[in-house]
């Protein structure tokens, strides 16, 4: 499916890059993280730039800068408080001047090791798609996950998701929930079954 976008939209980029896959989370993830990188979700900044008249282009959510596609996804402060949980879960240090792009990729700044790697941006990219949910969950119902249960949310979807993509993975969801970039929970085949 994302060769088929990129065989439709990329050309019409004016800076091509090449698909990034990772087969341990649902497409419609991956679909998400495409339009991220691409600036493709609807953001106040984006409706403007197409010409949507908005009262305001200030983020509803924190109302101290304008709604980009990274402001919303990993600036924000109710984005970075949950940011924070996750690089805490991971037992990862908190480093300024990453950015989003760095991050969806899968920052080596942040793991290196090539398996551990794969898993961390299944996780990080779990993370923005909750992010986002809540958000409109926030904007359009008036109603939001509490960051600690948004960072929940995130290790059990992360964790059925990729469980169920990979041969093997955690011996326990304890080891998942404790230490999810220990070499010794990992026993992965990372290739689909």
Request: hydrophobic letters at 45%.
């Amino acid at each position: 499916m994302a060769k088929i976008i990129d065989d439709k939209l990329i050309s019409r980029e004016t800076t091509p890059s090449a698909t990034i896959k990772n087969n341990l989370v649902p497409q419609k993830i991956g679909i998400f993280v495409w339009r991220i990188l691409r600036k493709r979700i609807a953001v106040k900044e984006e409706l403007d730039r197409r010409g949507i008249d908005l009262d305001s282009l200030l983020c509803l959510i924190c109302n101290d800068a304008v709604k980009s596609v990274d402001h919303a996804i990993y600036s924000c402060k109710s984005a970075q408080e949950v940011w924070i949980g996750i690089l805490k879960w991971w037992n990862l240090p908190l480093q300024s001047g990453i950015t989003l792009d760095e991050m969806i990729k899968g920052s080596n700044a942040l793991v290196s090791v090539p398996r551990i790697k794969r898993i961390w941006q299944a996780v990080v990219w779990v993370t923005c798609y909750l992010i986002w949910k809540n958000r409109n969950l926030k904007v359009f119902q008036n109603d939001a996950w509490a960051t600690s249960k948004i960072v929940s949310e995130v290790q059990v979807k992360s964790f059925e998701w990729i469980k169920n993509r990979s041969r093997k993975l955690f011996s326990s969801w304890h080891q998942w929930i404790i230490s999810p970039s220990s070499p010794n929970v990992l026993d992965v085949n990372l290739d689909p079954g």
